[in-house]
């Protein structure tokens, strides 16, 4: 009975007052006032950078390398790229140097160990590369270069010493975009190979500092 008594009382107001008591719409901003906050948004132009799209990389490059007992030489190279993304990419390397005299050589005058055509060395690898830390690089306050850290592994072959080597190799690399098609690289790569030169088998390692341009097609 109270029950029933409590609704009668809420509902009849309602009904009388002609519209609900909480329904009533905020009163409208007169013509001279200004909203408070403007819901336009002036929109910006924005002018994006067209950046070439190409996979295929194709370069050369020349430096130093240190053939283990050989001493330190020119190296100079070509290689070819394909990007499968962003990050990750494939290579296929060739490079040219030639070794010089060992330390027993110099110390034992008259004595060769190799054959002239013998010092000529040759390298070929097939690798893939993957970039670890992309960022930029800034000139001045007008001026921004894409750059990447790298690195890259793989396998191949190299003639040296009369012989050819079943060769590894490891390198890390830092990579600067100068413009939307041209790309530098700043390289080191070790060359890991066994090699029999002295009578007996032993594992070399063969580094390498490089400094290469290339550019996407």
Do not use: C
Request: net charge negative; charged share 20%.
């Amino acid at each position: 009975m109270a029950s029933w008594i409590w609704r009668t009382v809420l509902i009849v107001p309602v009904l009388f007052a002609g519209e609900p008591l909480l329904a009533k719409a905020p009163a409208d901003i007169s013509a001279g006032e200004e909203a408070v906050i403007d819901p336009r948004i002036e929109r910006r132009r924005v002018k994006e950078a067209q950046i070439d799209a190409e996979n295929f990389e194709i370069g050369a490059f020349a430096g130093l390398i240190s053939i283990e007992d050989f001493g330190v030489d020119t190296l100079v190279g070509a290689r070819a790229s394909y990007h499968v993304s962003e990050d990750i990419s494939f290579e296929a390397t060739i490079a040219f140097a030639e070794g010089g005299q060992t330390n027993f050589e110099k110390l034992n005058a008259g004595v060769s160990l190799l054959q002239d055509d013998d010092r000529k060395l040759t390298t070929w690898h097939f690798d893939i590369a993957y970039q670890i830390l992309p960022g930029e690089a800034f000139l001045g306050s007008g001026r921004a270069y894409n750059t990447g850290l790298y690195l890259a592994g793989g396998a191949g072959s190299t003639d040296f010493g009369g012989d050819n080597h079943f060769t590894v190799n490891v390198a890390t690399g830092y990579r600067i975009l100068l413009t939307d098609w041209l790309s530098m690289r700043l390289e080191m790569r070790d060359y890991i190979y066994e090699i029999d030169t002295f009578g007996e088998n032993q594992i070399t390692q063969n580094l390498a500092w490089t400094l290469g341009v290339s550019g996407f097609f």
